[in-house]
Every structure is written in C-alpha cells, then in structure tokens.
Nanobody
C-alpha cells in the first residue's frame, strides 16, 4: 500500500507564510505516479484543486492562489511541497495531498489521498 502524509499546517496571521509537505511512503516502487496535487476544503465548501504537477512537469495553479502559492515535487525524496505566501483568511481550510497513477503490481489506476492538515489564517 501507498500512504500520503501531510505536515506543516497551523495557525498564521494574514500576510504570513506556511510551507506544507506531503511525504509518499509504503509500496512506492509499485506506484508509478503521474499527477500530484494539493486540494483544500473549507467548511461548507466543496473540495477544490489549488495546485498540481502532472506528467512532463505540467503545472496548474488555481486563480485564487496564483502568484502566492508555489508547488514543488522532489521525485527522489518522494515529497510534494506547497509554499504558501501572503496568506489570506479565505485560505483557511483543510489541505490534502493527492497522487494519481498506475499500480504496477495490479496493473490498474490508483489514487491515494492524505489525511489532510488544517491551515487557519487569522485576520
């Protein structure tokens, strides 16, 4: 099995910064990852993709975070980071890491989610 574990959440004042990290562990040698991303879900709101890295290093940033958040992936360390700058109260949410790809052992699609980490931005 493959697990994703997020870290780095917490409470920060508006205008501050946080860095989230997602560590991939477990049977990583049988998981060929195509896409990784950071999602967030605020209370009463649907979960939304805010930043992603795909095959060929293609990238996506949601308009709400573009220019403030930067996603980066270290393939050797099996980590996915999200640097969040100039945070706003509306960035308050549970942030989750996601990985999609191929389970080489079962020769099928595999999607894995982390448990999530709370980010709270005070005004």
């Amino acid at each position: 099995q493959v697990q994703l574990e997020e870290s780095g959440g917490g409470l920060v004042q508006a205008g501050g910064s946080l860095r989230l990290s997602c560590a991939v562990s477990g049977s990583t040698h049988t998981f060929s990852i195509n896409d990784m991303g950071w999602y967030r879900q605020a209370p009463g709101e649907p979960r939304e993709l805010i930043a992603g890295i795909g095959t060929g290093d293609s990238r996506y940033d949601a308009p709400s975070v573009k220019g403030r958040f930067t996603i980066s992936r270290d393939i050797d360390k099996n980590t996915l980071d999200l640097q969040m700058n100039r945070l706003k109260p509306e960035d308050t949410a549970v942030y989750s890491c996601n990985a999609e790809g191929v389970d080489l052992a079962r020769r099928g699609y595999l999607e894995v989610w982390g448990q999530g980490t709370q980010v709270t931005v005070s005004s």
